[in-house]
């Protein structure tokens, strides 16, 4: 998939936590087999749905866990015919940024 080129480049750019994952969404959406694509944050046991891009089209929903150093931070979802093993490494590769999403109470962070 181009969606991981895209989204490795987006990690390589170094931008902000947010616009790194609104770029992993739009790479995820602009595959010819995804209509849609978000990330979820879990805050207190409630996920929260974050950056987004295309047209949701929930009843073909394929949802994976985003972990950091063993701990659920969130979820990368996407609508369309995807492999569950692509998205496992798309969720690996943004888990830091997931966290920063997540919780860091304004403090400064860093990886």
Do not use: C, Q
């Amino acid at each position: 998939m181009d969606a991981l080129a895209a989204i490795d480049r987006a990690l390589d750019d170094g931008d902000e936590a947010d616009d790194v994952l609104r770029s992993v969404v739009a790479a995820l959406a602009a595959e010819p087999a995804v209509t849609w694509a978000g990330i979820l944050f879990l805050d207190d046991g409630t996920l929260t749905l974050g950056p987004e891009s295309g047209k949701a089209e929930a009843t073909s929903r394929v949802t994976v866990p985003v972990t950091y150093r063993g701990t659920v931070v969130g979820e990368l979802a996407v609508d369309g015919d995807v492999e569950t093993t692509f998205l496992n490494r798309v969720a690996e590769r943004i888990a830091t940024h997931v966290l920063l999403g997540w919780d860091t109470g304004g403090e400064a962070w860093e990886p």
